[in-house]
């Protein structure tokens, strides 16, 4: 069982920066994957950014080159830097976490809400 949290969103213009964080809870520990998806209204949850226990990271198209997800496994966290965003970027920001071993079996937080406009 494992609990997640997000916090850091919040309103920006575009071409500015936010730093999301995820702090994690209960029966996790470094091995697992944790990552980032967002979801817009009338949109599927989609995919963002992805970091092992190994600190390989995987990033959409979208973002790539704009985001950058990083981890502490000392404090079971992960964040994920945002910069140069767009309003296309507004959207609800959820933390995901899952043991390889068991990928299947994942966990979500709550999200934290994005807006980027002028």
């Known amino acids: 069982q494992v609990q997640l949290v997000e916090s850091g969103g919040g309103l920006v213009q575009p071409g500015g920066s936010l730093r999301l964080s995820c702090a994690a809870s209960?029966?996790?520990?470094?091995?697992?994957?944790m990552g980032w998806y967002r979801q817009s209204p009338g949109n599927q949850r989609g995919f963002v950014a992805r970091?092992?226990?190994?600190?390989?990271?995987n990033y959409a198209d979208s973002v790539k080159g704009r985001f950058t997800i990083s981890r502490d496994n000392a404090k079971n966290a992960v964040y994920l830097q945002m910069n140069s965003l767009q309003p296309e970027d507004t959207a609800v920001y959820y933390c995901?976490?899952?043991?390889?071993?068991?990928?299947?079996?994942?966990?979500w937080g709550q999200g934290t809400q994005v807006t980027v406009s002028s």
């Open positions: 970091i092992n226990s190994g600190g390989s990271t």
């Open positions: 995901n976490t899952y043991h390889p071993l068991l990928p299947t079996r994942d966990y």
């Open positions: 209960g029966s996790i520990s470094s091995s697992y994957t």
